[in-house]
């Protein structure tokens, strides 16, 4: 390569990272929009261009020569607030920390029969627990939240449940902090014209859907949520209605308001359930845990957020890391939980006891 040649695409490379994504063809959406009261419109970018399809019968369907992107039935079940305590569940899978890296997580959920060869959900009446951060660092984070979609449709549909609680990186795109964001969304965001973060804003399908859920769940005597529960939440005396009522309210709510108010600070920052990380340190002690698990009524907590090389159990399994790095895109493990059996679900569809 020509020497000057190079050293132009060096400074472009440095000075444009969109001059980059621009020079690669892209197929993205749907981006699902309603601009006013019955009138929804999908966004869809087809070979780096901009395309627009009505939606009819709540069908979202693709635009001819639109890659292999998803075509979606809408449900307005779907963005029901839904309870945070369940009990008599017989079977339940948690995973976590996808970060847009669909291939990996499509891989383990078959390998582990989870969804079926077509990617349809084959887990009956079983309830799946995702705890957070699907946004950021992969390229792939849009795939990711429509096929989680169509899964809690097709779990509902079956008797089952998908949970998808709410990340500190899902509080941090809803609420525009934008750090993490993979280079390939500054397509989108050009042609449609919004902030990245406005793509999943309290207008669109998929940010209607986020901000129904639940950021922390009890399932049986198991307590599900991203970073962990601190001592300070007992102090507080915070019940998970209240915690999870106040996460949808605020999760849009600018940085320097959640900061100012006690209360908030701790819920979405320091030691509140989506940033803890407090069960990997060495300060932490069982006798401390026994204390957190009684106030709840629970026997062990799973988390995500702290990155493992496989899922791993602490103080005799009563805390259960479930981020397996799949983050990385190469691989990664899943929980499985049945008639009080802890088992580890692996990549390549095996599986041992925790």
């Known amino acids: 390569m020509n020497k000057i040649f190079r050293l132009s695409l060096l400074g472009l490379t440095l000075l444009s990272p969109f001059a980059i994504a621009e020079s690669v063809t892209e197929f993205d959406g749907p981006y699902v929009i309603t601009p006013a009261p019955a009138q929804t419109t999908a966004y869809w970018v087809c070979d780096s261009k901009l395309k627009t399809t009505a939606i009819v019968s709540q069908q979202v369907n693709r635009p001819a020569h639109c890659g292999d992107l998803p075509e979606v039935i809408l449900s307005d079940d779907l963005k029901q607030v839904m309870p945070d305590t369940y009990s008599e569940i017989k079977k339940v899978v948690a995973l976590s920390d996808v970060h847009g890296q669909y291939d990996v997580l499509i891989t383990l959920l078959k390998n582990q029969q989870i969804i079926d060869n077509k990617g349809k959900w084959a887990f009956g009446e079983g309830h799946m627990v995702m705890t957070g951060d699907i946004f950021d660092r992969g390229h792939q984070v849009n795939e990711v939240l429509w096929f989680m979609y169509q899964l809690d449709q097709q779990a509902r549909e079956a008797g089952g449940m998908v949970h998808l609680l709410m990340g500190n990186h899902e509080q941090m795109v809803l609420g525009g902090d934008l750090r993490y964001v993979h280079q390939r969304y500054d397509v989108a965001a050009k042609l449609i014209d919004r902030p990245y973060d406005k793509l999943y804003g309290a207008d669109t399908e998929i940010g209607q859907w986020l901000r129904s859920k639940n950021t922390i769940i009890k399932i049986n005597d198991v307590l599900y949520m991203h970073g962990g529960i601190s001592s300070e939440w007992i102090s507080r005396e915070l019940t998970l209605a209240k915690a999870n009522s106040l996460y949808r309210q605020h999760i849009g709510t600018e940085k320097k308001v959640l900061k100012e108010d006690d209360l908030l600070n701790f819920l979405f920052y320091g ?46 399994n009563k805390v259960i890391a479930v981020d397996s790095s799949i983050k990385n895109g190469q691989s990664g493990e899943l929980l499985l939980i049945e008639n009080n059996a802890l088992t580890r679900g692996l990549y390549d569809g095996s599986r041992q006891t925790l």
């Open 271 to 316: 030691n509140g359930p989506t940033w803890y990380r407090g069960y990997f340190s060495k300060e932490f002690t069982e006798p401390e845990l026994d204390t957190i698990l009684s106030y709840f009524n629970v026997k062990r907590i799973v988390v995500g957020h702290t990155s493992q090389e496989r899922v791993l159990g602490l103080f005799h």
